[in-house]
T-cell receptor
Framework: DAGVIQSPRHEVTEMGQEVTLRCKPISGHDYLFWYRQTMMRGLELLIYFNNNVPIDDSGMPEDRFSAKMPNASFSTLKIQPSEPRDSAVYFC????????????FGPGTRLTVL | QKEVEQDPGPLSVPEGAIVSLNCTYSNSAFQYFMWYRQYSRKGPELLMYTYSSGNKEDGRFTAQVDKSSKYISLFIRDSQPSDSATYLCAMSTIISNFGNEKLTFGTGTRLTIIP
């Protein structure tokens, strides 16, 4: 199995631009999670889906952030407009069950907003 | 106050030493306790998880949970240079009637094992 796939691995953009991060979960996994990691705040859950339906989006920082999962094998996290404080590493994780201890993480997308 | 507190380090120890990594927490609702290892520019990978107070051993790694003190530890015996990484503690609560869990992470401790 290829594991969780994220693209792009690195993204550099200018403030105000739209950013789209992509994730392909492990086949057969019904849960998909988006996290953000910064030095100051550590790893934070932004949103997670179960069978393509958003379950908990309480971690989404503000309306500039949106996430979709149009099918079981693809999800996007969009930031519009982007700001320098959005610079972070964004991770996608997936799991077969709701058990938090069964999540597998992707390699992450390192986002820099200038 | 953060729900999960973890000393960010950095922590440097010589090869072969015993490493002790610790986290404290404030939320009594946490049910599962986990340790993740994260190599530079990689995603976190699960090392161990426990549910109850006490010790759980897996090879050179031992996870310890003390719910009465709200304190968890990870011990690494016979540490190797390949153990150099950031170690994240994590804890989960049940957030829905369907049993869905939500993870809360510590900020991580950066560990370097010196050959």
């Amino acid at each position: 199995d290829a594991g969780v796939i994220q693209s792009p691995r690195h993204e550099v953009t200018e403030m105000g631009q739209e950013v789209t991060l992509r994730c392909k979960p492990i086949s057969g996994h019904d849960y998909l999670f988006w996290y953000r990691q910064t030095m100051m705040r550590g790893l934070e859950l932004l949103i997670y889906f179960n069978n393509n339906v958003p379950i908990d989006d309480s971690g989404m920082p503000e309306d500039r952030f949106s996430a979709k999962m149009p099918n079981a094998s693809f999800s996007t996290l969009k930031i519009q407009p982007s700001e320098p404080r959005d610079s972070a590493v964004y991770f996608c994780a997936s799991s077969r069950t709701s058990g938090a201890h069964e999540q597998f993480f992707g390699p992450g997308t390192r986002l820099t907003v200038l | 106050q953060k729900e999960v507190e973890q000393d960010p380090g950095p922590l440097s120890v010589p090869e072969g030493a015993i490493v002790s990594l610790n986290c404290t927490y404030s939320n009594s609702a946490f049910q599962y306790f986990m340790w993740y290892r994260q190599y530079s520019r990689k995603g976190p990978e699960l090392l161990m998880y426990t549910y109850s107070s006490g010790n759980k051993e897996d090879g050179r790694f031992t996870a310890q949970v003390d719910k009465s003190s709200k304190y968890i530890s990870l011990f690494i015996r016979d540490s190797q240079p390949s153990d150099s990484a950031t170690y994240l503690c994590a804890m989960s609560t049940i957030i829905s009637n369907f049993g869905n869990e939500k993870l809360t992470f510590g900020t991580g401790t950066r560990l370097t094992i010196i050959p």
